[in-house]
């Protein structure tokens, strides 16, 4: 078909008015952000906050001396920008009332934290967080967490991965639930307060993560920049206070991972003075 036609087709089909569907939908957008920030407020100024001052370590970093670092190193600060857009993304859509969507990046940053960590624990193995090499040891997230790290992270991995996969857990239940067969099959977006506790409980763990994670890397790089060295207590405070909000969570199992963080901070911090990290474990 010609662009021709192709364009006088176009120019039959469409109409002049916006798409019903479209308004709809960005009316429910703007319903669910009113309805989150009178539910989770404070963390919408917390993240964006916290947030912020992960972005200004990352830009000064730049200006640190890396004659020092192993190309492990550099890898661990090359994947931090693009894991921040995603994890950022995943704030978005909390926000805007996409639950599912945001566990599914969310599972993103959670993987890409742990291709961080792996690549403290493995440095000379560092380039299989990015493609299988033979003769390196394999990045797994499953038989990392559970057999290197040694933690019980299993059901945080088969929250995000249940609905990563084609939401097919979603599918499932509507296939196999009688009453839900009865409804009409439609292009459904409704509020949840149980979808965005899920989402803030997640967004923030990984928030957490990432920073205690590059204030256990970088350590002893802030020293060597006059701006990241005035911002060693500060940086200090923010990781016990994003460990804090975690610790404090009433449900036991989330709790719990705010020692779990520490933990890795401590085998991250060994493996950086070429000590025996298996020895924290």
Same mark, same amino acid.
């Given at each position: ?11 039959? $089909? ?22 989150? $920030?009178?539910?989770?407020? !404070? ?17 000064? $970093? ?8 192993k190309q492990s190193k550099g890898a661990q600060y090359l994947l931090y920008p693009e894991t921040m857009k995603t994890l950022h993304r995943a704030f978005e859509d909390t926000i ?17 934290f742990l291709r961080v960590v792996f690549a403290s624990c493995y440095p000379s193995d560092y380039e299989s967080i990015f493609v299988p090499i033979a003769g390196k040891r394999a ?23 249940? /609905? ?36 803030? &409980? ?46 404090? !969570? ?13 933990? /890795? ?8 003075? &070429? ?7």
């Amino acid at each position: 078909m010609s662009t021709t036609k192709t364009q006088q087709l176009l120019d039959e $089909l469409l109409s002049k008015d916006p798409a019903k569907t479209s308004l709809d939908i960005y009316s429910f957008i703007q319903q669910h952000k009113r309805l989150f $920030l009178e539910k989770f407020g !404070n963390f919408v100024k917390q993240f964006e906050d916290l947030f912020n001052e992960l972005n200004l370590i990352i830009q000064l $970093l730049n200006y640190v001396p890396k004659d020092g670092w192993k190309q492990s190193k550099g890898a661990q600060y090359l994947l931090y920008p693009e894991t921040m857009k995603t994890l950022h993304r995943a704030f978005e859509d909390t926000i805007d009332g996409y639950y599912d969507e945001a566990m599914i990046l969310n599972r993103s940053v959670y993987e890409t934290f742990l291709r961080v960590v792996f690549a403290s624990c493995y440095p000379s193995d560092y380039e299989s967080i990015f493609v299988p090499i033979a003769g390196k040891r394999a990045f797994n997230v499953t038989n990392f967490v559970k057999d290197d790290l040694k933690l019980n992270w299993e059901f945080l991995y088969s929250i995000m991965s249940a /609905i990563h996969h084609s939401k097919k857990t979603k599918h499932l239940r509507r296939m196999n639930d009688p009453s839900q067969q009865k409804n009409p099959i439609i292009l459904e977006y409704e509020s949840s307060e149980d979808g965005m506790a899920m989402c803030v &409980n997640i967004t923030c763990f990984n928030l957490t993560c990432l920073f205690h994670a590059i204030a256990s890397i970088f350590e002893t790089d802030f020293p060597n920049h006059p701006d990241l060295k005035l911002r060693i207590d500060r940086i200090h405070k923010i990781d016990e206070a994003l460990l804090g909000i975690i610790e404090a !969570n009433p449900k036991k199992d989330f709790s719990n991972l705010s020692s779990d963080i520490r933990k /890795i901070g401590m085998i991250i911090k060994a493996s950086g003075q &070429n000590q025996d990290w298996k020895k924290v474990v």
